[in-house]
């Protein structure tokens, strides 16, 4: 096993190249603006939080409306940073919460190929899987349509599932 001195070296070289500065920053800049584009052409659907930035591993934001509330459910539209992918994550308030939701969806075309639940969330749903960062509007415009029908489409499957 490699000693964190090895990877504070590495990270260290890597910070040295200057890189990944650049693209951390470039991402955190769309990502910010991504949330203000959706938060004012969304506002009569959703409520949109802040961005977390995370551990370079997923950045994201929360969105919410009353239906979900009142089931203590949020949805967050997360970079994947790994994958370098946009995902939609269903998530709940509460372990139990999420339990109860996982119970449901496991057996659902959201979570057909998975056997175990996701880690933070209910189900995750990939909306753009190789982002092109060039054309920062067209993408900002693909990652709202695809935000709202695949929204809908897990909001109808909360209604299907009756659970409340």
Known sequence: MKDLNFYVKAYKDQLDQGDIQEAYIGLMKYMSRLGTALSKNLTDSYSFGSLF???????????????????????????????????????????????????????????????????????EAVLIESPNFNDLDKLTKKIEEKLVITTDEILQEIKLSKIK
């Open 53 to 123: 930035q995370g551990y370079m591993d997923y950045t994201y934001f929360y969105y919410s409306n009353e239906f979900l509330k009142d089931r203590k459910l949020k949805m967050g539209l997360v970079l994947n940073h790994v994958k370098m992918q946009f995902e939609i994550w269903l998530l709940g308030q509460t372990i139990p919460i999420q339990e109860k939701y996982w119970e449901y969806f496991k057996t659902t075309k959201w979570n057909k190929n998975r056997t175990t639940k996701p880690q933070y969330s209910i189900l």
